[in-house]
């Protein structure tokens, strides 16, 4: 038997969240078990956990987007028992049961092996959120972005994407502008490496279809108003990456900034992302500079805790990554 923590539909279609003791034999028939050491609480997580959205896909189910922890078994002749891995998305939590426990069984090609500089707890620091923050400056070089172009915005700069999107941006010599609605974060914001701190309710709200130009580029976690307003800011040529929905998944936005002013729109999805982007975004994520940056970023809590804690990432109250410890 194993901790899990355990969602349960209700008669009246309601999620029950507890911490139930799950039977080995009940894991997923995949060829990978995994000692599960670290969790992580994401925005996604928060939803499923509540059931403020519909994520979960299959019931019942384990949440976790991520995990981060050592092979027990394998029947893959690519994966060896002590191998230290990492699973980022693939549907885990939705389709497939996931990282908020202490077993877990997953087929081999959805694993990343664990960089040698990083613990497997800095991994679980990183998680989606971190590695979803790579995947968005990767594509930001990609196209062409440089430092010298001008300003990057990153939206939600206090959640994890937006705190390792400032973090791997300065370290690459980006002049980082932070929007937040939350102003007592801007020395911990500054502390990561941005130079500017924004008042999101400055982007917020329905705006012109064409603004003043301010930035080159921007990594946007939130979706909504807020893009459609940081699309109408990008300066000509620029480059506006999305990977995040904290104010909406709407796009209430007009074709203005693409056809007069040329700028790209890069869709970041870190679910599905092929393994050889995966290993690029963590060999980024590996970096001396960023690791020592993650004690100012991630926090831990217990199994237990995440419950609660899911409706209190919800309401915008936590800065920077949940870890869960599960053998907490």
């Given at each position: 038997m194993f901790k899990a923590l355990m969602l349960r539909k209700a008669d009246d279609g309601k999620t029950l969240a507890s911490i139930?003791?799950?039977?080995?034999?009940?894991?997923?028939?995949?060829?990978?078990?995994?000692?599960?050491?670290?969790?992580?609480?994401?925005?996604?997580?928060?939803?499923?956990?509540?059931?403020?959205?519909?994520?979960?896909?299959?019931?019942?189910?384990i949440p976790g987007i991520d995990l981060a922890g050592t092979v027990t078994k394998s029947s893959d002749a690519t994966v060896s028992e002590g191998d230290e891995v990492i699973v980022n998305g693939h549907g885990m939590g939705e389709y497939h049961w996931g990282g908020l426990a202490q077993l877990a069984r997953v087929p081999a090609n959805w694993l990343t092996k664990k960089p040698q500089t990083l613990s497997l707890k800095d991994t679980a620091s990183i998680g989606t959120a971190g590695y979803t923050a790579a995947l968005?400056?990767?594509?930001?070089?990609?196209?062409?972005?440089?430092?010298?172009?001008?300003?990057?915005?990153?939206?939600?700069?206090?959640?994890?994407?937006?705190?390792?999107?400032?973090?791997?941006?300065?370290?690459?010599?980006?002049?980082?502008?932070?929007?937040?609605?939350?102003?007592?974060?801007?020395?911990?914001?500054?502390?990561?490496?941005?130079?500017?701190?924004?008042?999101?309710?400055?982007?917020?709200?329905?705006?012109?279809?064409?603004?003043?130009?301010?930035?080159?580029?921007?990594?946007?976690?939130?979706?909504?108003?807020?893009?459609?307003?940081?699309?109408?800011?990008?300066?000509?040529?620029?480059?506006?990456?999305?990977?995040?929905?904290?104010q909406g998944m709407d796009f209430p936005a007009s074709v203005a900034p693409f056809i007069l002013r040329g700028i790209t729109?890069?869709?970041?999805?870190?679910?599905?992302?092929?393994?050889?982007?995966?290993?690029?975004?963590?060999?980024?994520?590996?970096?001396?500079?960023?690791?020592?940056?993650?004690p100012n970023i991630a926090h831990t809590i217990s199994l237990a805790d995440s419950i609660t804690y899911a409706a209190t990432l919800l309401r915008g109250e936590v800065a920077g990554r949940v870890v869960v410890d599960v053998t907490l």
């Open positions: 139930e003791d799950v039977a080995r034999q009940d894991l997923p028939d995949d060829a990978v078990e995994i000692k599960v050491a670290y969790s992580t609480l994401n925005y996604k997580d928060g939803l499923a956990i509540t059931g403020r959205g519909p994520v979960v896909r299959e019931w019942p189910m968005s400056v990767l594509a930001l070089e990609r196209y062409g972005v440089d430092a010298a172009q001008g300003p990057i915005l990153v939206t939600g700069a206090n959640g994890g994407v937006g705190s390792f999107a400032i973090t791997l941006l300065a370290n690459k010599g980006y002049t980082v502008h932070a929007s937040t609605g939350r102003p007592e974060e801007a020395e911990r914001l500054k502390a990561l490496g941005a130079s500017e701190i924004i008042d999101r309710a400055s982007l917020s709200e329905k705006g012109r279809p064409l603004q003043k130009e301010r930035w080159a580029g921007a990594i946007d976690c939130v979706g909504s108003h807020t893009l459609a307003n940081v699309c109408a800011q990008t300066q000509y040529g620029g480059v506006v990456t999305s990977c995040g929905l904290a729109l890069a869709g970041i999805d870190s679910v599905y992302a092929p393994q050889t982007l995966r290993e690029q975004a963590w060999a980024l994520l590996a970096e001396d500079a960023i690791r020592k940056k993650i």
